[in-house]
């Protein structure tokens, strides 16, 4: 009925309409998602974001070597175009790997698929992980002409020899690598019989942790681009090594029992397996050798600290050149090395005035006194042509007994001085190759009482020649080159 003017118009109240405010429930993410696999803290966490071509993980037992393995290439299964291959070195060490894997993978990548056939992960977009064994160093052919963007190696050092690990990095190789990048890994303890190659190749370059280019095993050179090559002399790739401990895995450490267990085992076993300790050898001559308290960071040494060097010389072989300060506790510093092989006297000669351009004044030299003995020739010694260079040496003490007497004094020096609490010999982090000859090598099985002469053992000649000099720091009062008497030197090195 439309109003009229009789009937007046009632009017409804207007009600403003409210958006109803819900207050979201608090939760915690971590419990609101089941957690498949959360790396530990630390060192886990370090190797799973590792962008180094090559990398080692491991050190001590427990420290969660084998899961940081197989989570590794969980980047990249959901790609179609990802390849990867965990292998370990026998059949009955594969099985333990697999069903770790068929514990962790179909949670972590739902709709995986496991071939017993092929022994091969398939994700539902296409990626895939073989798991295979190499026993053999033969077995590598398995692989040839194949190609993968990850490779796995599960206990390193029970491969004798590197073959195997050279060999796949062939097979390191993809149309897609930009995307999904190219990597080897590997996880070990120390020991085992390839103890030597993976320390040399992982552990002796460089310091824990650091980053740095790879080298070559045999001679230390960083592997580089040939002559001729768009990219020459340019490094090819990084490696690195990741330590970890038992102290890593809180799963295993905190209870204390794996702890216990590896406590029980014997000196050498204990060292390995507790503390990582990579420079423990049966029958090595220098056992107390320990890098957490034998190698210190480089530092400026100050002017007033005596120098001097020492040099065991050979062509065919390895010249190994030391150089030495002594600081005011008495304590010996290794500052320098110098390693090299089929390097002529002269040129030596050449290169370490160059290496000494910045080091003041090098109070002395100590060289094998073998290198005074004429070789059938009238001309000069290769000592004596050194020292026409100006690079001026003394002989080394070579009599009956100085080989044991040497030896005798490196463990004196190797002990901790019980009144600086600090040992009375200690190498700079960059003296790679003497930080790794000297823990591993060996003694003279029919003379313990000595080394094995076999052994290498150019730099452990040097060191010796260096330290049976008897430095110290408080007879260098007098300086020979400074002095002001009437007396005329014919040589200011010597004084004389």
């Not at 084998?66 to 026998?90: E, I, Q």
């Not at 045999?218 to 340019?234: A, L, N, Q, V, Y």
């Not at 290169?351 to 009238?378: C, F, P, Q």
């Amino acid at each position: 009925m439309e109003p009229t003017e009789s009937s007046p118009q009632t009017s409804e109240p207007v009600v403003e309409k409210v958006a109803a405010q819900v207050k979201p429930v608090e939760f915690d993410v971590d419990t609101a998602q089941e957690v498949v696999f959360k790396p530990n803290p630390g060192p886990q966490t370090d190797f799973l974001s590792a962008s180094e071509r090559e990398v080692l993980y491991g050190g001590a037992a427990g420290g969660g070597k084998s899961y940081a393995m197989l989570a590794d290439p969980l980047h990249g299964l959901n790609d179609p175009n990802f390849s990867g291959l965990l292998v370990r070195h026998t059949t009955e060490e594969l099985r333990e790997l697999i069903q770790k894997s068929q514990e962790l993978y179909p949670k972590a990548v739902p709709g995986i698929k496991w071939s017993e056939r092929k022994s091969q992960w398939i994700s539902p977009r296409g990626g895939r992980l073989w798991m295979s064994y190499l026993d053999k160093d033969m077995d590598v052919t398995r692989y040839q002409g194949q190609a993968f963007n990850w490779i796995g190696f599960d206990e390193l050092t029970q491969w004798p020899t590197p073959y195997a690990w050279d060999y796949m990095r062939s097979r390191l190789r993809s149309a897609h690598s930009g995307n999904l990048g190219l990597y080897m890994r590997g996880t070990t303890n120390p020991g085992g019989a390839g103890h030597q190659w993976v320390k040399k190749m992982f552990i002796d370059p460089a310091p824990s942790g650091k980053s740095f280019w790879a080298t070559n095993i045999e001679t230390g050179d960083t592997i580089k681009f040939p002559k001729g090559h768009s990219r020459e002399g340019e490094p090819l790739f990084k490696r690195r090594f990741i330590p970890a401990s038992l102290f890593d895995n809180p799963y295993l450490a905190d209870s204390g029992d794996y702890e216990a267990m590896l406590l029980s085992l014997p000196e050498h076993q204990r060292k390995q397996l507790l503390e990582g300790n990579w420079d423990i050898n049966e029958g090595a001559a220098f056992p107390e050798f320990n890098r957490s308290i034998h190698v210190v960071e480089p530092i400026d040494i100050p002017d007033s600290w005596p120098k001097f060097r020492a040099c065991d010389y050979g062509y065919g072989s390895y010249t190994g050149v030391l150089w030495f300060a002594v600081a005011p506790t008495e304590q010996l510093v290794v500052y320098r090395e110098l390693y090299c092989s089929k390097v002529t006297a002269t040129d030596l000669a050449d290169m370490i005035i160059e290496a000494e351009s910045n080091d003041g004044t090098i109070r002395y030299g100590v060289l094998d006194s073998s290198l005074w003995h004429k070789r059938g020739d009238t001309g000069p010694s290769l000592a004596e042509q050194m020292n026409m260079k100006g690079c001026r040496w003394r002989p080394s003490d070579r009599s009956r007994g100085s080989r044991v007497a040497g030896k005798n004094e490196i463990h004196r020096r190797l002990q901790v001085d019980e009144f600086t609490e600090e040992p009375r010999l200690v190498f700079f982090s960059t003296c790679t190759n003497t930080i790794a000859q000297l823990p591993s090598i060996p003694l003279d099985k029919k003379n313990p009482e000595d080394v094995d002469t076999n052994a290498e053992d150019h730099l452990y000649d040097a060191l010796r020649y260096g330290i049976m000099t008897r430095p110290r720091s408080s007879i260098w009062d007098y300086n020979p080159a400074k002095q002001n008497s009437g007396f005329q030197m014919s040589d200011s090195t010597f004084g004389y």
